[in-house]
């Protein structure tokens, strides 16, 4: 049973960095396209990153350049390292696996993934 499971949410300040985890169990999640999404309230959930499984990045462009997707594959850990965050990036993150391994250029679009974790908050105050 595929499941995945994120941590390492929080508060923080903005400038401040967080990383978040997702820890896959039930498959080998670095053999198929894996996304970083997020919701803030009343907001639609949206794509923040992706890497295929031969570990190519995508990021949207609000984040560009301050967010940077990563994975270990030992510990089949996906990982969104965040640097110099904003209150506009508050929201509820989730991780997601689609059962291709490759990215397309939906990857973006939560329909495309199969399997989702439960999400962990992130807030940042100004």
């Known amino acids: 049973q595929v499941q995945l499971v994120e941590s390492g949410g929080g508060s923080v300040q903005s400038g401040g960095s967080l990383r978040l985890s997702c820890a896959a169990s039930?498959?080998?999640?670095?053999?198929?396209?894996m996304g970083w999404f997020r919701q803030a309230p009343g907001k639609e959930r949206e794509g923040v990153a992706a890497i295929d499984s031969d570990g190519r990045p995508t990021y949207a462009n609000s984040v560009k350049g301050r967010f940077t997707i990563s994975q270990d594959n030992a510990k089949n850990t996906l990982y969104l390292q965040m640097d110099n965050l904003k209150p506009d990036d508050t929201a509820m993150y989730y991780c997601a696996s689609d059962i291709w391994p490759r990215c397309t250029d939906h990857w973006d679009e939560p329909s495309t993934y199969q399997h989702w974790g439960q999400g962990t908050q992130v807030t940042v105050s100004s």
């Open positions: 039930g498959y080998t999640y670095s053999s198929y396209c």
